[in-house]
């Protein structure tokens, strides 16, 4: 028996050897890709985690900024309702309640001092909870506290003038002069 064996015609082995090695550089390129696709993909996850311990250092030092401020600001309040409390008297009943308020503020103003952020936000978050009454009144108190200082600096900025009235001329809140039609 024989056994026909036949070669490929040399232009398909030509093509198959072309196929191949387009095969391999599309592999070498796809893997090529891969590669820096992950590289920059690592690159971008270091440069996004810097950029955030950048800006949670900065929003640390901001918020430090701020509890320093707060601070100092009821620092001299207490200053101020002790002095207050001192023109009563040293043993006068609004002496002792003015030194009793300004050592809870003192006592307040440290505790802020010492707390990071996180601490501060779980204690006041807590003592909503406990106190909602006192939390809805103060919040009450302060917005009509707003609305008050609100109400005179409107007061104050107002430019009102008027001019004495004029026999036959009625005179509006806005100064404005308006003729009724009398001459005289």
Avoid: C, W
């Avoid at 043993?91 to 952020?117: F, H, V």
């Avoid at 909870?129 to 939390?135: E, T």
């Avoid at 302060?142 to 026999?167: C, H, N």
């Amino acid at each position: 028996m024989s056994v026909n064996k036949t070669t490929p015609p040399p232009s398909s082995t030509g093509q198959q050897h072309s196929d191949a090695t387009a095969s391999e550089m599309a592999s070498d390129a796809k893997s090529a890709a891969t590669s820096k696709a992950s590289d920059l993909k690592s690159k971008a996850k270091s440069e996004a985690s810097k950029l955030a311990d950048q800006a949670r250092s900065a929003a640390d030092e901001r918020v430090e900024d701020a509890k320093d401020y707060a601070t100092d600001n009821i620092e001299r309040t207490v200053e101020q309702i002790r002095d207050a409390g001192r023109q009563f008297g040293d043993d006068s009943y609004q002496a002792q309640a003015a030194d009793y308020l300004a050592s809870n503020l003192s006592q307040a103003a440290d505790m802020i001092r010492r707390q990071d952020l996180g601490s501060l936000a779980d204690d006041l978050t807590s003592f909503a909870r406990r106190n909602p009454a006192v939390v809805l009144g103060g919040a009450a108190l302060l917005g009509f506290a707003a609305a008050r200082m609100l109400k005179a600096s409107e007061r104050s900025t107002a430019d009102v003038r008027f001019e004495s009235p004029t026999a036959g001329v009625s005179n509006t809140p806005y100064d404005r002069q308006i003729d009724r039609g009398y001459r005289s």
